[in-house]
Nanobody, 127 residues
Framework: QVQLVESGGGLVQAGGSLRLSCAAS????????MGWFRQAPGKERVFVAA????????YYTDSVKGRFTISRDRAKNTVSLQMNSLKPEDTAVYYC????????????????????WGQGTQVTVSS
């Protein structure tokens, strides 16, 4: 059974940091791009960050550039999201996802590119 399991969410004050992790099991995603998305209450799930299968290319939504960093360990089948300078508007459930297309050259920001999803982890940033 293929699973993506996120961890590391929690409650933090504005300006603080959190590190989210996503561990994959059931198959290797070493040849798949990985992404992070988030969904705030009453809103659609939106793109946050993605990393290419090789780990050499990353892509961020504008609102998190310079604050968030995505990374991966292909050998360990994990992907992480380091979140610094958190803001109340970052409050959401964060999901990791695996790209359905192997060896895609560029990381995808399209939700439709991803076919494996974790259950999500809550991030709450207080003001």
């Amino acid at each position: 059974q293929v699973q993506l399991v996120e961890s590391g969410g929690g409650l933090v004050q504005a300006g603080g940091s959190l590190r989210l992790s996503c561990a994959a099991s059931g198959r290797s995603f070493s040849n798949s791009g990985m992404g992070w998305f988030r969904q705030a209450p009453g809103k659609e799930r939106v793109f946050v960050a993605a990393i290419s299968w090789s780990g050499t290319r990353t892509y961020y939504t504008d609102s998190v550039k310079g604050r968030f960093t995505i990374s991966r360990d292909r050998a360990k089948n994990t992907v992480s999201l380091q979140m610094n300078s958190l803001k109340p508007e970052d409050t959401a459930v964060y999901y990791c996802a695996a790209d359905s297309q192997a060896l895609r050259a560029a990381p995808s920001a399209s939700i439709d590119s991803y076919n494996y999803w974790g259950q999500g982890t809550q991030v709450t940033v207080s003001s």
